[in-house]
Antibody, heavy 120, light 108 residues
């Protein structure tokens, strides 16, 4: 059974750094692209970017390029989303998602989401 | 930046057909995907590649695409289909993916 388990809710102040994680199981981690999706309160999902764990090839939405970093650690079948300087506007739920054709639009599996709150 | 446009809301009675549209300039050459999201839950894929229904999705869900418009059809909508529906596709380059603004479906 494929599972994506995300790290717990976080509260940070503006300007602080943060890394959240998504641990996968039930499939060969290196074989599926895995994406991160932001969802602000009351708004629709936004595709942030995607990474291929096999070679760490990554692509970012222009809206997020330079503001976040997506990475993987194959040894623990996990992907990470990192901020070096959070903004209040980063307050949102963040999901990781994957599937056989994740880089072609099909997210068959999702994490449960990580709520990030940025407030002074 | 590329955009997919959906109507913000749609209301139907149980048993009626709900049709949710998604417009985008690249849709003539790019597939549309549809995700259902119920309150407090992660999205669920209900239609892939314009008209393919993943395993476990009821037959009442179908999809089609013509020109710059893709359509999700729920034939005989049920109360449990009440949710937000988002189309998802890529721009002409294939490198940037976007979700539509979402359509809130009410079934009552």
């Amino acid at each position: 059974e494929v599972q994506l388990v995300q790290s717990g809710a976080e509260v940070r102040k503006p300007g602080e750094s943060l890394t959240i994680s998504c641990k996968t199981s039930g499939y060969w981690f290196s074989s599926y692209w895995i994406a991160w999706v932001r969802q602000r309160p009351g708004k629709g999902p936004e595709w942030m970017g995607i990474i291929y764990p096999g070679d760490s090839d990554s692509r970012y939405s222009p809206s997020f390029q330079g503001h976040v970093t997506i990475s993987v650690d194959k040894s623990i079948s996990s992907t990470f989303l990192q901020w070096s300087s959070l903004q209040v506007s980063d307050t949102a739920m963040y999901f990781c998602a994957t599937g056989v054709a994740a880089n072609r639009g099909s997210f068959d599996y999702w994490g449960q989401g990580t709520l990030v709150t940025v407030s002074s | 930046s590329y955009e997919l446009t959906q109507p913000p809301s749609l209301s139907v009675s149980p048993g009626q057909t709900a049709r949710i549209t998604c417009s985008g300039d690249a849709l003539p050459k790019k597939y549309a995907f549809w995700y259902q999201q119920k309150s407090g839950q992660a999205p669920v894929l209900v239609i892939s590649e314009d008209n393919k229904r993943p395993s476990g999705i009821p037959e009442r869900f179908s999809g089609s695409s013509s020109g710059t418009k893709a359509t999700l059809t729920i034939s005989g909508a049920q109360v449990e289909d009440e949710a937000d529906y988002y189309c998802y596709s890529t721009d002409s380059s294939g490198n940037v993916w976007v979700f539509g603004g979402g359509t809130k479906l009410t079934v009552l």
